[in-house]
């Protein structure tokens, strides 16, 4: 079984920046995608960002040019830095993994509990 661990929300200012991590640990053999969602009050849950394996990046249009995923293969870990941030990214974001776990034939797509984000004066 994949965990998925997110860190690094909490309370900032509007234009201000916060950095989320997520770490994958448990029985691995290959992870592919991961990713970023968020949900919003009352909202459901919306793409932020993906990367994949060999670093290919995909991009909500509402965060393009002010967030960046990236993911260090070695730790399975996947990051998001989140600059001039808005009211409107208020949510909480959640991870998402895919790939194998233990073996080439035990595929796996878990999520994180989520980490909160609240930007606000």
């Known amino acids: 079984q994949v965990q998925l661990v997110e860190s690094g929300g909490g309370l900032v200012q509007p234009g201000g920046s916060l950095r989320l991590s997520c770490a994958a640990s448990?029985?691995?053999?290959?992870?592919?995608?991961m990713g970023w969602y968020r949900q919003a009050p009352g909202k459901g849950r919306e793409l932020v960002a993906t990367?994949?394996?060999?670093?290919?990046?995909n991009y909500a249009g509402s965060v393009e040019g002010r967030f960046t995923i990236s993911r260090d293969n070695a730790k399975n870990t996947v990051y998001l830095q989140m600059n001039s941030l808005k009211p409107e990214d208020t949510a909480v974001y959640y991870c998402?993994?895919?790939?194998?776990?233990?073996?080439?034939?035990?595929?796996?797509?878990?999520w994180g509990r989520g980490t909160p984000v609240t930007v606000s004066s």
């Open positions: 998402n993994g895919k790939g194998y776990g233990g073996s080439p034939y035990s595929p796996f797509d878990s």
């Open positions: 990367i994949s394996s060999g670093g290919t990046t």
């Open positions: 448990g029985r691995i053999f290959s992870i592919s995608d």
